[in-house]
């Protein structure tokens, strides 16, 4: 082959078939070492949330109990802290499991569902925030409102009013603040550290309709991160393009909602590596 030919076929092989390859790497290492996720979610979410991960070959438990805390968070390979339905009793026990995952060195991930609902939520979501998150995902207007601290009560509820590009800014300035990596969703997912920003662009707008695929993607993320904890912010934005293609795919067999919620699972179950290779849309933004 001539030196000219070789840097084409460089040229080529760019960085969109880097990220499909690395996004079935850690597909399939997910699926070879089947990481335990603890899991403190909302009632809403707990079963979507146990069968994506079931699904992509991880290992869910929904332990949520103060007293199991010290004895089960240090042996898990990560957490998902996930507010939804955020109570009185709960809270300590989120608050220590995120403490015992840091100290063990285990990544530990936050969904600060709705967080400018209430007072309570933020205040929570502040304190979780100072107990050093790996990833922080949210939709665009939670991100937004964590990162201004914002108390007023100006959302809907758990559903975003903002695009994710107007999370940008908003995201790079709360990963810098926190340390942590933060991932806005939407019709484009942004992921960033507080200096990169890479875009995962697959999903389908129906999965909007469908109630907790973001509480889903947030514990995928944490299964993604169990087994490449040196690089949250590609193992982050793999997890995203994976599910968002799961939704790609599985809306090809749907007839609504409903219908989708279960082609995805069955679609993370089946991927294959051509598919993910050639599938995943993942880009360096800046
Ligand atoms: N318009 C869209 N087009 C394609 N994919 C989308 C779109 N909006 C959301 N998604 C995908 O849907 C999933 C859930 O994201 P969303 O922003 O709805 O989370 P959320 O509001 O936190 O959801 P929930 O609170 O119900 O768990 C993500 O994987 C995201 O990429
Ligand atoms: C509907 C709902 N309410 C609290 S948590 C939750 C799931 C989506 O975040
Ligand atoms: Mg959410």
């Not at 559903?159 to 790079?172: G, I, Y």
């Given at each position: 082959m001539s030196d000219m030919a070789g840097a084409e076929e460089a040229a080529a092989d760019g960085s969109a078939a880097r990220w499909g390859r690395r996004a079935w790497e850690l597909l399939e290492r997910v699926r070879a070492r089947a990481p335990l996720v603890q899991c403190i979610t909302n009632f809403v979410s707990m079963d979507l949330m146990a069968n994506v991960l079931l699904a992509a070959g991880a290992s869910p438990a929904m332990v949520h109990s103060l007293r199991e805390i010290d004895d089960f968070t240090p042996r898990a390979d990560s957490l998902c802290v996930n507010i939804g339905t955020l109570s009185d009793g709960w809270l300590p026990s989120m608050r220590a499991a995120a403490a015992a995952a840091a100290r063990s060195s285990r990544p530990w991930i936050l969904d600060p569902v709705a967080v400018s609902a209430s007072e309570f939520r933020m205040e929570a979501c502040l304190g979780l925030v100072a107990l050093w998150p790996t990833v922080i995902r949210g939709n665009p207007s939670e991100i937004i409102a964590l990162t201004s601290a914002c108390r007023v009560h100006d959302s809907k509820g758990v559903?975003?009013?903002?695009?994710?590009?107007?999370?940008?800014?908003?995201?790079?300035s709360l990963a810098q603040r926190s340390g942590a990596i933060v991932a806005v969703s939407g019709a484009t997912d942004f992921i960033t550290d507080g200096q990169q920003v890479v875009a995962a662009q697959n999903g389908v707008a129906m999965m909007q309709k469908i109630t907790a695929t973001g509480c889903a993607v947030t514990a995928l993320i944490a299964a993604f991160v169990a087994v490449e904890p040196s690089n949250p912010l590609e193992a982050t934005s793999c997890a995203l393009s994976i599910f968002g293609l799961a939704g790609e795919l599985g809306m090809e067999m749907a007839n609504g909602p409903a219908s989708l919620r279960v082609h995805i699972i069955d679609t993370l179950h089946g991927l294959s590596e051509y598919t993910v290779a050639s599938r995943v849309k993942i880009s360096l933004v800046s």
């Open positions: 559903d975003s009013f903002h695009e994710s590009l107007d999370a940008v800014e908003s995201a790079k």
